[in-house]
T-cell receptor, first 114, second 112 residues
Framework: DGGITQSPKYLFRKEGQNVTLSCEQN?????MYWYRQDPGQGLRLIYY???????QKGDIAEGYSVSREKKESFPLTVTSAQKNPTAFYLC?????????????FGPGTRLTVL | GDSVTQMEGPVTLSEEAFLTINCTYT??????LFWYVQYPGEGLQLLLK?????DKGSNKGFEATYRKETTSFHLEKGSVQVSDSAVYFC???????????FGGGTRLMVKP
């Protein structure tokens, strides 16, 4: 089955530690995205990548970093510089430009920083 | 900048009731409009979309019409089911781009 895998589903970390969230897709999509979801605030774009070895900051990139070494993978690192990292993180992917092409979402990772 | 505003939830309805979730947008151009649905503990799924003014998107009994004059894209369903309980997000994007701008989401709870 084609789809987007995010792991783990729940993640707990101590304050001050960096943590990396995994996102893998086998849909052969060129573009991949990371969103953060907080209660009542909808989704906000953290980073996106349209091709391998290239990525751009979204609206709330501070305190996060990404890499895109392979087409299938787009890991997100939440660094200790992120002031309020506890949130639900969603990865998405898309093939092609424009609204004719749908963004597909993964199941999400809920990060809790203790 | 562009923005999407949705009615605050939760919206609580009895089964078979009529549903309306309001969505209005502010945009500098002529965006396409979307409704996404998020079931508990899951990611988002595209429910329907409309790419130009007066278009109607429809899927699974849900409908929304792109109203340019009122900058709205309200979601409607004639008879909701318990299985429709979820969070619904309105969003916009431009044809030439890849970015989605989301509203805050509206939680729907349907009671049997």
């Amino acid at each position: 089955d084609g789809g987007i895998t995010q792991s783990p589903k729940y993640l707990f970390r101590k304050e001050g530690q960096n943590v990396t969230l995994s996102c893998e897709q086998n849909l052969n999509h060129d573009a991949m995205y990371w969103y953060r979801q907080d209660p009542g605030q909808g989704l906000r774009l953290i980073y996106y990548s349209q091709i391998v070895n290239d990525f751009q900051k979204g609206d709330i990139a501070e305190g996060y970093s990404v890499s895109r070494e392979k087409k299938e993978s787009f890991p997100l690192t939440v660094t200790s510089a992120q002031k309020n990292p506890t949130a639900f993180y969603l990865c998405a992917s898309k093939t092609g430009q424009g609204v004719l092409y749908e963004q597909f979402f993964g199941p999400g990772t809920r990060l809790t920083v203790l | 900048g562009d923005s999407v505003t949705q009615m605050e939830g939760p919206v609580t309805l009895s089964e078979e009731a009529f549903l309306t979730i309001n969505c209005t947008y502010t945009a500098t151009g002529y965006p396409s409009l979307f409704w996404y649905v998020q079931y508990p503990g899951e990611g988002l799924q595209l429910l329907l979309k409309a790419t130009k003014a007066d278009d109607k998107g429809s899927n699974k009994g849900f409908e929304a019409t792109y109203r340019k004059e009122t900058t709205s894209f309200h979601l409607e369903k004639g008879s909701v089911q318990v299985s429709d309980s979820a969070v619904y997000f309105c969003a916009l994007s431009y044809n030439a781009g890849n970015m989605l701008t989301f509203g805050g989401g509206t939680r729907l709870m349907v009671k049997p």
